[in-house]
Protein backbone atom coordinates (compact mmCIF):
# COMPACT_ATOMS: atom_id res chain seq x y z
CA UNK A 1 0.00 0.00 0.00
CA UNK A 2 1.08 3.90 -1.10
CA UNK A 3 0.74 6.73 1.30
CA UNK A 4 1.30 9.85 -0.48
CA UNK A 5 1.31 13.31 1.54
CA UNK A 6 -1.44 15.85 -0.11
CA UNK A 7 2.07 17.77 -1.90
CA UNK A 8 3.54 14.67 -2.97
CA UNK A 9 0.07 13.54 -4.57
CA UNK A 10 -0.52 17.07 -6.27
CA UNK A 11 3.28 16.27 -7.56
CA UNK A 12 2.70 13.19 -9.27
CA UNK A 13 -0.48 14.28 -10.80
CA UNK A 14 1.16 17.33 -12.07
CA UNK A 15 4.05 15.10 -13.64
CA UNK A 16 1.79 13.11 -15.57
CA UNK A 17 -1.19 15.48 -16.34
CA UNK A 18 1.28 17.53 -17.90
CA UNK A 19 3.27 14.89 -19.79
CA UNK A 20 0.26 13.69 -21.56
CA UNK A 21 -1.11 17.66 -21.77
CA UNK A 22 2.39 18.88 -23.17
CA UNK A 23 2.41 15.68 -26.13
CA UNK A 24 -1.57 16.04 -26.94
CA UNK A 25 -1.60 19.55 -27.51
CA UNK A 26 1.14 20.50 -29.38
CA UNK A 27 2.94 20.08 -32.49
CA UNK A 28 6.50 19.93 -32.13
CA UNK A 29 8.81 18.55 -29.36
CA UNK A 30 9.82 21.92 -28.53
CA UNK A 31 6.47 23.23 -28.11
CA UNK A 32 5.77 20.06 -26.37
CA UNK A 33 8.55 20.97 -23.91
CA UNK A 34 7.61 24.11 -23.15
CA UNK A 35 3.67 23.38 -22.76
CA UNK A 36 4.31 20.35 -20.51
CA UNK A 37 6.92 22.85 -18.48
CA UNK A 38 3.97 25.41 -18.04
CA UNK A 39 1.03 23.20 -16.94
CA UNK A 40 3.42 21.19 -14.32
CA UNK A 41 4.71 24.85 -12.95
CA UNK A 42 0.71 25.54 -13.03
CA UNK A 43 -0.89 22.84 -11.41
CA UNK A 44 1.97 22.94 -8.61
CA UNK A 45 1.84 26.76 -8.42
CA UNK A 46 -1.80 26.42 -8.51
CA UNK A 47 -1.62 23.97 -4.99
CA UNK A 48 0.69 26.21 -3.47
CA UNK A 49 -1.39 29.05 -3.87
CA UNK A 50 -4.50 28.06 -3.17
CA UNK A 51 -2.85 26.49 0.21
CA UNK A 52 -1.49 29.49 1.10
CA UNK A 53 -4.73 31.23 0.69
CA UNK A 54 -6.82 28.53 2.87
CA UNK A 55 -4.01 29.15 5.13
CA UNK A 56 -5.11 33.01 5.30
CA UNK A 57 -8.36 32.58 5.30
CA UNK A 58 -7.93 30.00 8.45
CA UNK A 59 -6.61 33.16 10.49
CA UNK B 1 2.60 -7.85 -83.27
CA UNK B 2 3.10 -6.88 -79.27
CA UNK B 3 1.05 -4.69 -77.57
CA UNK B 4 3.36 -1.76 -75.81
CA UNK B 5 0.95 0.01 -73.40
CA UNK B 6 1.89 -1.06 -70.35
CA UNK B 7 0.00 -2.78 -67.89
CA UNK B 8 -1.80 -0.86 -65.15
CA UNK B 9 -2.11 -3.39 -62.20
CA UNK B 10 -4.15 -2.34 -58.88
CA UNK B 11 -2.52 -2.47 -55.85
CA UNK B 12 -3.97 -4.66 -53.07
CA UNK B 13 -4.19 -1.57 -50.51
CA UNK B 14 -4.44 2.16 -51.77
CA UNK B 15 -3.30 4.73 -49.21
CA UNK B 16 -6.84 6.11 -48.46
CA UNK B 17 -7.85 2.43 -47.70
CA UNK B 18 -4.57 2.17 -45.07
CA UNK B 19 -5.51 5.49 -43.83
CA UNK B 20 -8.55 4.83 -42.94
CA UNK B 21 -7.82 1.40 -41.34
CA UNK B 22 -5.07 3.15 -39.13
CA UNK B 23 -7.83 5.55 -37.96
CA UNK B 24 -9.64 2.91 -36.41
CA UNK B 25 -6.85 0.98 -35.28
CA UNK B 26 -4.65 3.57 -33.69
CA UNK B 27 -7.55 4.62 -31.36
CA UNK B 28 -9.14 1.16 -30.59
CA UNK B 29 -5.28 -0.02 -29.74
CA UNK B 30 -4.68 3.40 -28.16
CA UNK B 31 -7.95 2.57 -25.60
CA UNK B 32 -6.88 -1.00 -24.69
CA UNK B 33 -3.05 0.12 -23.99
CA UNK B 34 -2.30 3.67 -23.04
CA UNK B 35 0.12 4.64 -25.66
CA UNK B 36 -0.20 1.97 -28.40
CA UNK B 37 -2.24 4.23 -30.64
CA UNK B 38 0.83 6.19 -30.67
CA UNK B 39 3.77 3.76 -30.74
CA UNK B 40 1.34 2.00 -33.91
CA UNK B 41 2.48 4.90 -35.72
CA UNK B 42 5.90 4.94 -35.09
CA UNK B 43 6.04 7.79 -32.21
CA UNK B 44 7.85 5.29 -29.89
CA UNK B 45 8.87 8.05 -27.12
CA UNK B 46 5.53 9.91 -27.14
CA UNK B 47 3.68 5.97 -26.87
CA UNK B 48 6.02 5.28 -24.22
CA UNK B 49 5.77 8.65 -22.17
CA UNK B 50 1.80 8.20 -22.13
CA UNK B 51 2.02 4.58 -21.20
CA UNK B 52 4.64 5.45 -18.39
CA UNK B 53 2.49 8.77 -17.62
CA UNK B 54 -0.93 6.87 -17.39
CA UNK B 55 -0.13 3.94 -16.50
CA UNK B 56 1.82 4.88 -13.37
CA UNK B 57 -1.54 6.96 -12.27
CA UNK B 58 -3.72 4.20 -12.53
CA UNK B 59 -1.32 1.94 -10.80
CA UNK B 60 -0.49 4.28 -8.05
CA UNK B 61 -4.66 5.19 -7.53
CA UNK B 62 -5.09 0.99 -6.87
CA UNK B 63 -1.56 0.90 -4.51
CA UNK B 64 -3.43 3.51 -2.49
CA UNK B 65 -6.31 1.70 -2.01
CA UNK B 66 -8.83 3.37 -4.41
CA UNK B 67 -12.13 2.58 -5.45
CA UNK B 68 -12.65 1.44 -8.96
CA UNK B 69 -16.34 1.86 -10.12
CA UNK B 70 -18.26 -0.67 -11.97
CA UNK B 71 -20.99 -0.15 -14.73
CA UNK B 72 -24.10 1.35 -12.72
CA UNK B 73 -27.24 3.37 -13.31
CA UNK B 74 -27.09 4.94 -9.86
CA UNK B 75 -25.92 8.28 -8.87
CA UNK B 76 -24.74 11.08 -11.06
CA UNK B 77 -21.15 10.80 -10.07
CA UNK B 78 -20.95 6.98 -9.49
CA UNK B 79 -21.89 6.82 -13.30
CA UNK B 80 -19.41 9.89 -14.02
CA UNK B 81 -16.41 8.12 -12.18
CA UNK B 82 -17.78 4.73 -14.19
CA UNK B 83 -16.55 6.88 -17.39
CA UNK B 84 -13.52 8.13 -16.40
CA UNK B 85 -12.37 4.36 -15.28
CA UNK B 86 -13.55 3.27 -17.98
CA UNK B 87 -10.82 5.59 -20.49
CA UNK B 88 -8.03 3.39 -18.83
CA UNK B 89 -8.65 0.61 -20.93
CA UNK B 90 -7.23 -2.83 -20.76
CA UNK B 91 -5.71 -1.79 -17.05
CA UNK B 92 -9.64 -1.12 -16.12
CA UNK B 93 -10.55 -4.51 -17.54
CA UNK B 94 -8.01 -6.58 -15.69
CA UNK B 95 -8.96 -4.57 -12.39
CA UNK B 96 -12.39 -5.63 -12.52
CA UNK B 97 -11.06 -9.00 -13.60
CA UNK B 98 -9.49 -9.63 -10.30
CA UNK B 99 -11.70 -7.61 -8.56
CA UNK B 100 -8.74 -4.96 -7.34
CA UNK B 101 -10.17 -1.62 -6.02
CA UNK B 102 -13.18 -2.77 -3.98
CA UNK B 103 -12.39 -2.18 -0.59
CA UNK B 104 -13.98 0.61 1.47
CA UNK B 105 -12.37 3.91 1.68
CA UNK B 106 -10.86 4.37 4.68
CA UNK B 107 -8.14 7.01 4.37
CA UNK B 108 -7.53 10.31 2.62
CA UNK B 109 -5.02 8.89 0.28
CA UNK B 110 -7.75 6.00 -0.62
CA UNK B 111 -9.53 8.70 -2.03
CA UNK B 112 -6.95 10.33 -3.77
CA UNK B 113 -6.48 6.67 -5.60
CA UNK B 114 -10.10 7.05 -6.79
CA UNK B 115 -9.63 10.24 -8.10
CA UNK B 116 -5.70 9.21 -9.65
CA UNK B 117 -7.23 6.35 -11.63
CA UNK B 118 -10.67 8.61 -12.78
CA UNK B 119 -7.96 10.86 -13.91
CA UNK B 120 -5.80 8.20 -15.43
CA UNK B 121 -8.74 7.34 -17.92
CA UNK B 122 -9.31 10.41 -18.62
CA UNK B 123 -6.11 11.61 -19.84
CA UNK B 124 -6.40 8.40 -21.98
CA UNK B 125 -9.67 9.72 -23.86
CA UNK B 126 -7.23 12.56 -24.48
CA UNK B 127 -4.42 10.16 -25.47
CA UNK B 128 -7.02 8.31 -27.74
CA UNK B 129 -8.33 11.27 -29.62
CA UNK B 130 -4.63 12.70 -30.26
CA UNK B 131 -3.57 8.97 -31.78
CA UNK B 132 -6.98 9.55 -34.02
CA UNK B 133 -5.53 12.72 -35.57
CA UNK B 134 -2.17 11.72 -36.23
CA UNK B 135 -3.55 8.84 -38.03
CA UNK B 136 -5.74 11.54 -40.00
CA UNK B 137 -3.25 13.50 -40.57
CA UNK B 138 -4.42 16.04 -38.70
CA UNK B 139 -1.29 16.38 -36.75
CA UNK B 140 2.36 15.22 -36.89
Request: aromatic share 10%.
Amino acid sequence: MVQLTHFSAAFVFALCASVVFGITHRETTRDMVRYGLYCFVMFLGGVIVAGWAMWLIRR
Amino acid sequence: MTNSTPVKTKPAVTPSQNASTIAVIAPALGWLIPGAGHMIQRRWIRGTLLLLSIGSLFVLGLLMQGHIYKANGGDILDILGFIGDLGAGGIYIISLAMNWGQGAIAMATADYGTKFMIVAGLLNFIAVADAYHIAIGKKQ
